[in-house]
């Protein structure tokens, strides 16, 4: 009896999987193209609309409205542009108030214009894609979560520029051989400060200034004062009162941006009732970080997605509220956690050409939301938890930048899916996920032997 050989298809033999296009279901025949500029906006209608089918108008606000009149006298409802600075905000925001479907397109999928690039070739290119349905729309979240996104970018802006006035802080000291970073880890602290304000005001003895120490510093009065010892120079002083002065003055606005974000908090309406499901405890015991706002976030957090999503290791509430912020609490956008990877562009993204894979990396992003997850998955780095020791097997494996991505790529799945669903994250913990690599190698290695006519015995322990 003869056994026919079975023979394994290869991968161009074997049936493709056929992608629907649903962008070119339909039309939009009500299109019409912006192309934004600093101080001008040409305009595309479809033809036969009016008189002349482009049209150029200026980018005050007066004109902003007169375009708008245009585009509802020619009968538009759909307008796609490009994302060029933030010259399109005001228009976007304008037409859409003013029911328009606005269209926020990515510049590099309708950046290549047949012919001489122009002006009003660029509007006629954007609206014959959009007529054609071949535009897709950049995610943005509701106006409620964009107002407050508008506002924690502008907190982070601040907090770098305070951080640039610690840095000239610093730098004065230095310039007067004050070695106050030497012998306290923060000088933005307790003790610093007050160290750094008394020489500010005209205390320059080294054994006063040492005295400002507070009782948990790991250096003696003795080893302070010998670090404060220094060559006080007038321009040097005056450096660093101002750099104290700009210091303060950011903390204050920083302050302000705070309570700003508080009351936008206030103002959303809560996923879950305050009353009947407080916020549990932490999880974890950590210091506070210094750019936390005055107001309890992590209850703020909670309230709005149903979740508390600081659970999940490396995510604090300052990292929560700049992931939502960007992506929003309605995880029905994306509808897999593999589609919200992608669009993190925290998954690979494959190249194929005839079958097969060219290139398979991540894209290039700016996306503040992914940067997040990039944080927290290097801080994850040395955790006992399960998502530190899965960093620490992909940097053994892959190096260090390919382990905080892939680590990243974990941290967002789990963060979806208790956005999604309303479930709690539990960490297993190192052991457990070791415990479960180990299972994986040992039924891997099982299979390879019996493929091979072989059997594996486990041995017994030796104590």
Partial sequence: MVIPLQVKKSKQEQPKKIVKLDSLKQLNLNAAGLDIGMAEIWACVPEGRDAVS?????????????LADWLEK?????????????????????LEARGFEVYLVNARHIKNVPGKKTDVMDCQWIQQLHTYGLLNASF????????????TRHRDTLVRYRSAHIQHMQKALQLMNVQLSNVISDITGQTGMQIVRAIVSGQHDPVQLAQYRDSRCRNSEAEL?????????????????QAVELYDFYTRQIQACDAEIEQKY?????????ETQPLPPPSKRRRPSKNEPDFDLRSY????????????????????????????????????????????TLAPHNDISGGKILRSKTLKSKNRAAQAFRMAAQSVSRSDSA????????????GGPKAITATAHKIARIFYHMLKHKQAYHDPGQDHYEQQYQERVVKTLKRKAKALGFELVPQPSVS
């Avoid at 206030?266 to 305050?274: M, N, S």
């Avoid at 998502?387 to 892959?398: V, W």
Wanted: charged residues 25%.
């Fill in 74 to 94: 020619c009968g538009v409802e759909t307008v796609a542009m490009e994302s060029t600075g933030v010259y399109w905000i005001p228009i976007y925001e304008i």
């Fill in 301 to 344: 957090l909670y309230h709005l997605t149903g979740v508390d999503l600081t659970r999940i290791d490396g995510l604090e509430a300052l990292t929560v509220q700049q992931i939502i912020t960007e992506t929003g609490v309605d995880m029905d956008n994306w509808p897999t956690a593999k589609h919200f990877a992608s669009w993190l």
């Fill in 387 to 398: 998502l530190g020791g899965f960093y620490r097997r992909m940097r053994a494996k892959h």
């Fill in 266 to 274: 206030r103002a959303f309406k809560p996923a879950i009732e305050i």
């Fill in 225 to 241: 004062a010998k670090a404060l010892t220094g060559h006080y120079q007038d321009e040097h002083l005056f450096a660093l009162k």
């Fill in 140 to 151: 943005r979240p509701e106006a409620e979560m964009c107002a407050l996104r508008a506002y």
């Fill in 54 to 66: 482009v049209q150029v108008f200026e980018t005050f606000t007066v004109d902003l409205h007169r």
